[in-house]
């Protein structure tokens, strides 16, 4: 089954249990996936679901954070749930050994030697760790391992 589908048959249930927050999370989803073929004109796949969803998370983030530097405790649950339901939907993601391991590969292979070679080693990780890592993690990992 397709994250497509997949997400067509949790919209389903949703709407069924009257899960009204997951089914406007999956409609949100979905609604980009749609935006994304008209706009492309391409048939999306996994791939470009899952980049999508994960997009969908870092913004809910960085939304978190300014509610909580607000005290909007409304908000502030509503997008953790909205979080909880968008991860859902990605792999499994790295834990910082694994990651720790995948950037210390990406610095051996472009021999990277400082913080300027951290452009090469972050287009090395982004390839291997797509969806299954923040960019922000990587970039803090990659600091800590070139110090």
Known sequence: MTL??????????????KETLK???I??????VKQKEVDDRVDVNDDDVIELIAKQLKQRKDALVE???AERDDLIAQ??????????YLPQQLTDEELEAVVRDAVAEVNAQ?????GKIMGKVMAVAKGRVDGKRINEMVKKVLN
Not at 4 to 17: G, T, W, Y
Not at 27 to 32: E, Q, V, Y
Not at 79 to 88: D, Q, W, Y
């Open 4 to 17: 497509k589908e997949r997400l067509m048959e949790d919209m389903k249930v949703s709407m069924r249990n």
């Open 67 to 69: 509610f909580e530097k």
């Open 114 to 118: 400082s913080v300027k070679d951290m």
């Open 79 to 88: 997008t953790k749930a909205e979080i909880e339901i968008l991860a859902s």
């Open 23 to 25: 089914k406007s999370v």
């Open 27 to 32: 409609t949100m989803i979905r609604a980009s």
